[in-house]
């Protein structure tokens, strides 16, 4: 009995096998033109399935493509004298088009409509049919009837995408406005269809179409849905003020989390949007009853206007972390504000021992080994900030044993190879930066890549390192924000150093210093003369797109910005910027977002 079984299942097994080889075989003849061996090897499948309307409507397309009309009309007619199925009187009407005969292609086409009248169910069939011939007009009356003459059916999408593919958006938006409004389950796939038509430019007549449908739903139905969907219009505009006003109408109104407060927030900051970004956690900060919320907020508030201040600002900055301080106490619910207000001291008030002290009052909290090793590796850095090397890679090494294989160990591992590369002991770094290039965390794994690809090609050309222990000290002198030191360094090697690899890193290396101090032409001056006389550097793609940046956001030459991009994207395809470079040049160019 058992052996009987498995000769069933084997030759069953080996019928299914010939079965998909005869039909992988068809699909090539058909996909290469071969359309007489393809037809040939269809009807030897349909031979086998009689059942199989795929293999049917094949053989039915070989026909047609070499012009076998009346074979393709039998075999549709005879098809139907048995199969009560309407999509096949579109197929006989497209045959009768093929022959040029259109007074019978447009009866099987409006026979194929009428069907619906009885069973408004087949309209998916039908609509699909018609599409699939690009008789786009009667797929939206067979869709359109269909909705009519049944109302719980839902062809919105496919009207949708149809009005797109005739370039009629205001029928498509409203098409998708109505889907939306069957189910909001539709909400996300719809923003993604609706984003091939609009750009970043708010004068785009997409976006001004479509926020004018948007506006005139709010107006007339309470549903917060429509302030969420121009909320997003706007967050794709960079409009973030405005996109705040929607976000805060609907928490007015549903009086529910702050949480999409929070990512617009986020977007904004990350935008480097920061007076938006700040207007939002400013209205956390003042709206919400939840404490740990609170401070967030008010971390986010005090990063953002530590990252635009200039010297003049420290002090009302510091101020205002006594004041949350004092307000909600030194504990372990207030330590990443603590951890930040540490780094302030340290990095723009200079007041180093202050800040160590209030990091070291905090490791005696009852806190997680992930919340004290994030106070210990700022402990680390501000160490390195006063040079006091080998107390910091204490701290660092510490973390690694605490917190194996963690992304926070990886990242303390690379502190310790910077600190190494810093004290100039650059064989040890090396050795540390080959076990992190293959890091879990891609932000990690690339800063090792750099580092190590800036020590090793300086040590095969230079073997004293006399250039890469100066550009080591530069490198220092810019985390510790000398950076006027920083500059003049950098300045020193390019004068005595002029025809050797560190060149292009040094220019680099200032021209983002330049950038801090908002000096943009010197910034420029040095991205130029990286892409005119280093194109073979490694460093030739980050050129062309801080270059850009600064055309773009800076001093307003968009033409100039767009064809840096161009460069980046069609020389340097493989470049981690390529991803924005393209999404930026497209938006130049006035190209659709994606």
Known sequence: MMLKRLIILFLFFLAWSTQAQEEFLAKQYFKEGQFEKALSSYKKLYIKNQNSESYL?????????????????????????????????????????????????????????????????????????????????????TYTKAMELKPSLNFNFQLAKIYGAQGDVEKMFNSYISLVEDSYAYLNTIKRN????????????????????????????????????????????????????QEKAIYKREQKSLSRLVELG????????????????????????????????????LEIKTEIATAKDYQSINNKYIEVLDTFGKTPQTLDLQINYAHFLAFYLNQETEAIKLLKDTLKYNASRLQLANVKLELGDILVLQEKFNEALIYYTQIERNLKNST??????????KTSYYKGDFKWAESQLKI????????????????????????????????????????????????????????????????EVIIPQALLKQALLFEKQHNYQKAKANYQR??????????????????????????????????LYENLLFNYSDSIYAVDARKKFRALRGDAIN
């Open 57 to 141: 409507l094949k053989i039915i397309a070989i026909e047609q493509q070499l012009e076998l009309y009346n074979s393709a009309e039998n075999r549709i007619l005879k098809y139907l004298e048995n199969n009560n199925k309407p999509d096949f009187l579109v197929e006989l009407g497209f045959n009768y088009q093929l022959k040029k005969d259109t007074i019978n292609a447009n009866l099987y086409y409006n026979k194929a409509i009428t069907s619906l009248d009885t069973k408004p169910i087949y309209a998916f069939r039908v609509g699909q049919a018609f599409e699939k011939h690009s008789l786009l007009n009667q797929a939206i009356t």
């Open 436 to 499: 992190l290039k293959s890091s879990t965390s891609q932000l990690t794994a690339n800063d090792a890549l750099d580092l190590k690809l800036l020590i090793s090609d300086n040590k095969a050309e230079d073997s004293l390192q006399i250039a890469l222990a100066k550009y080591a000290k530069a490198d220092l002198l810019a985390f510790q924000n000398k950076n006027v030191e920083a500059i003049q360094l950098l300045n020193q090697i390019l004068d005595d150093h002029k025809t």
């Open 530 to 563: 990286i892409i005119s006389d280093y194109k073979d550097s490694i460093l030739i793609d980050n050129a062309l797109y801080y270059l850009a940046e600064i055309f773009a956001n800076k001093l307003a030459l968009p033409e100039e910005a767009k064809a």
């Open 194 to 245: 609706v984003s091939e038509f609009i750009t970043e430019d708010s004068n785009n007549e997409y976006n001004i179409l479509l926020r004018k449908i948007l506006l005139k739903k709010i107006q007339t139905t309470q549903d917060v849905i429509w302030n969420e969907m121009l909320s997003w219009l706007f967050i794709q505009q960079k409009d973030y003020y405005k996109a705040f006003v």
């Open 408 to 417: 926070l160990a990886q990242e303390a591992r690379f502190r310790v190879a």
């Open 266 to 301: 986020l977007i904004a900051q990350d935008q480097k949007q920061y007076q938006d970004a700040l207007t939002v956690f400013d209205y956390i900060t003042e709206t919400t009853q939840d404490m740990s919320m609170q401070l967030s907020a008010l971390k986010k508030v």
